[in-house]
Nanobody
Framework: VQLVESGGGLVQPGGSLRLSCTAS????????MSWYRQTPGKERVLVAS????????NYADSVKGRFTISRDNVKNTVYLQMSSLKPEDTAVYYC???????????????WGQGTQVTVSS
């Protein structure tokens, strides 16, 4: 199982970036996909998620209206389009794949290695 993120980097405030996460080793279309972010000394927090069955999305209040999550089940890839970036968006962004209910034998929870996003002038 692999989740490989790409697209991070340095961007000026107000700029845009698109993160990609390409999956392999599992049936991507059956998994709920999410993006999390983490800054030094703080917990990893949910940024956005997209449900496998309905395609419905959910966003943290801090990114609503600026970030868009999407998925391509043919390419086994989930994207995070980030616009109007702010310095407080600086973090390591992680891709997550989730299936099943915690504690059940079908529960699966996979993480990527993370990609750094730095918003600075």
């Amino acid at each position: 199982v692999q989740l490989v993120e790409s697209g991070g980097g340095l961007v000026q405030p107000g700029g845009s970036l698109r993160l990609s996460c390409t999956a392999s080793g599992f049936t991507f279309s059956r998994y709920d996909m999410s993006w999390y972010r983490q800054t030094p000394g703080k917990e990893r927090v949910l940024v956005a998620s997209i449900i496998s069955t309905s395609g419905s999305t959910n966003y943290a209040d801090s990114v609503k209206g600026r970030f868009t999550i999407s998925r391509d089940n043919v390419k086994n890839t989930v994207y995070l389009q980030m616009s109007s970036l702010k310095p407080e968006d600086t973090a390591v962004y992680y891709c997550n794949a989730l299936s099943g209910t915690y504690g059940s034998p079908y529960y699966r929870n996979y993480w990527g290695q993370g990609t750094q996003v730095t918003v600075s002038s």
